[in-house]
């Protein structure tokens, strides 16, 4: 099984002591996955749900795949660059209809170009 370790976003408080810290960061992997397996709150994928969740797109892997910076990319494609921001800073997420903008944006540029541009 995969287990993936986060890094708390240093812009935020840390809920936990120096000592706490210092205590997750010295388990190995092996204690981890016995940790995160041993969580109620956090059961492990059952396999009938694995390979059904969606990848959420990578706003600036698509921005800069086209070579725009972010203020370019607001404006082209309608979206708010301070939400682009937020995107790319993961402070927020796109919601269901932007993550779907963003697929056609990432395999038809020019096609949504085209159609804000006659709209």
Known sequence: ???????????HP???TPEERAE???LTDE???ERALDD???????ESERGTFRRVPQVRDIREGLGLSQSEFAEEFGIPV???RDWEQRR???NQAAR???RVIARMPEEVRSALRAS
Not at 1 to 11: E, F, G, Q, S, V
Not at 40 to 46: E, G, L, Y
């Open 1 to 11: 099984m995969n287990t993936i370790r986060h890094t708390l976003d240093p812009k």
């Open 14 to 16: 840390k809920r936990l």
């Open 24 to 26: 997750l960061d010295a």
């Open 31 to 33: 204690e981890v996955e």
């Open 40 to 46: 109620p709150d956090n059961p492990p994928m059952a």
């Open 82 to 84: 301070g939400v682009i």
């Open 92 to 94: 927020s997420f796109p």
């Open 100 to 102: 779907s903008y963003l």
